[in-house]
């Protein structure tokens, strides 16, 4: 027990420190003065606002130099073509419409909340890593991790919604976490709330729900390969605590190999010493869990109980539908109110024809500028443990993996199509692609931006999951 109470007290201190770190570098980012930037969707929001309601939404007047910086960049955007509207963010254009009925627009507002939404954002990077593996020391090390990535912290000085949107998937990923380590009906109700939120910044974002229906199905077809390794390993792991216990209560000297093993495990977190009282208590198996208890058992094995599964596979795709409706809704609006606009295939034909061949080349590099290191390295972690058994690894982390893998793939495709769509109806408007169409592009290199600290996040559990998956195969080979 000696051993137990020295890890413990050199985690806490270890946890301690990586702490004081997070909030050092919190307040060295509150002091520090970044640049203003802006893109082109902030821009023809802002003047989709000022255009919108002029009375209300007067011009600020430029008292300071970056009040100066942020109005000539306004006025170097504006577009006042009709139909620009479509490139704005619905998001930005209701913040727009509620500051100017209280008489508050101001968009370096915007500046000042990207602090806020950072702090939110690698909270909820902590939550999620804490949900998945159960250590605080790790989730710690994400937050400190986050606060001193350099492109990250950058991002402050942008007057845009990427911030906003990233901390928007961060929370919708901390709350799948938890709803796979727990299944409550709450988490689950939030989830199905925080996706049309996600849209009405970034149609893209779609791709958060249809991952959920998506995974359910393809898990339904493939529950026996799942579930038989995982019910295997439970009647495994839970006799090897029963025994572990029962050597503990009755405090027998162990050698000194195994109780070194043992201590490491317990370390890691892969082992805890059971209640030598109570050896042979045993959860209820396929009870919920709720908010702040995880179930007993895998979620796969948990979901497909009592085909619990297809109750919110229903749920999921009625809230996809529904979503999708709305912006088809949106879509007809839009090209009802603008028939100039209109699209035929003619238009598809000659955009993927002759010199306009390159858009895609040109969209493929625009995504490849926005990886690095560290993202590919996350993204390769992330990679292997999609082939394991969920019984090797940590709860929840296979499906949680492939949660993520199909709602980034799908948020991929669904940016392309956007960027398309984009690229099109910017041709219609001013009757070539010009020195604007840069901009039009700009969603894909935003789109590693949103999914930034969940890559980083998921990364550093991937890693702790592979250390798993060696443990179990060093357990399984030593029985």
């Known amino acids: 027990m000696a051993e137990w109470h020295r890890i413990n007290r050199f985690k806490l201190l270890v946890c301690l420190a990586l702490l004081l770190m997070t909030l050092a570098r919190m307040v060295w980012v509150q002091l520090r003065d970044f640049s203003v930037s802006t893109d082109y969707r902030s821009i023809i929001s802002f003047s989709t606002v000022t255009s919108l309601w002029p009375d209300q939404c007067a011009a600020k007047p430029t008292s300071t130099a970056k009040d100066a910086t942020l109005s000539g960049l306004l006025d170097q955007g504006m577009r006042t073509q009709p139909g620009f509207t479509w490139f704005s963010s619905s998001g930005l254009v209701g913040y727009g419409w509620l500051a100017c009925e209280n008489g508050i627009f101001d968009p370096l507002v915007i500046l000042q909340l990207n602090y806020l939404l950072l702090g939110c954002s690698v909270f909820a990077a902590t939550l999620l890593v804490r949900f998945l593996t159960g250590s605080w020391l790790l989730s710690l090390s994400v937050a400190a991790m986050l606060m001193s990535r350099g492109s990250y912290l950058a991002r402050l000085g942008q007057l845009s919604d990427s911030i906003l949107i990233g901390t928007i998937v961060m929370v919708w990923f901390t709350l799948a976490a938890h709803f796979l380590r727990s299944g409550s009906p709450i988490i689950f109700s939030g989830l199905m709330f925080w996706l ?31 579930a038989l390794p995982l019910l295997h390993g439970l009647r495994l792991e839970r006799s090897r605590l029963r025994q572990q216990a029962q050597e503990i209560g009755a405090n027998l000297s162990l050698p000194l190999g195994k109780r070194t093993l043992f201590l490491l495990r317990n370390m890691l977190g892969f082992a805890s010493p059971l209640d030598p009282h109570q050896p042979n208590r045993a959860p209820q198996l396929y009870q919920r869990g709720n908010v ?12 497909y109980h009592r085909r619990r599964w297809l109750k919110l596979f229903g749920l999921s795709l009625l809230v996809v539908g529904m979503t999708a409706a709305i912006y088809g809704w949106q879509l007809r609006e839009f090209f009802y109110h603008h028939p100039n606009l209109q699209l035929s295939s003619n238009d ?18 625009s995504l490849g500028h926005g990886f690095d290191l560290h993202l590919i390295t996350s993204l390769a972690l992330l990679a292997l443990a999609l082939p394991q058994s969920p019984a090797d690894g940590i709860p929840g982390f296979f499906e949680m993996a492939w949660l993520f893998f199909l709602s980034f793939v799908g948020c991929l ?26 901009y039009a592009w700009a969603r894909v290199t935003q789109s590693l931006a949103w999914f ?18 060696s443990d179990s195969w060093l357990v399984r080979s030593r029985r």
């Open 196 to 226: 049309p939120v996600a849209v009405v910044f970034e149609n893209s974002l779609l791709s958060l729900g249809i991952a959920i229906p998506g995974c359910l199905l393809v898990g339904w077809l493939a529950r026996r390969l799942l």
């Open 452 to 469: 930034e600290p969940v890559i980083l996040a998921m990364g550093v559990a991937a890693a702790y999951n592979l250390v798993k998956v």
């Open 348 to 365: 598809w034909r000659e955009f993927w024809s002759g010199p306009r061949a390159d858009w895609f080349k040109s969209w493929l590099v």
């Open 292 to 303: 702040t208890m995880a179930m007993p058992v895998a979620f796969v094995l948990w979901v």
């Open 413 to 438: 495709i669904l940016v392309l199509g956007s960027d398309v769509l984009d690229a099109l109806i910017l041709q219609r408007i001013e009757g070539g692609l010009g020195p604007w169409s840069v």
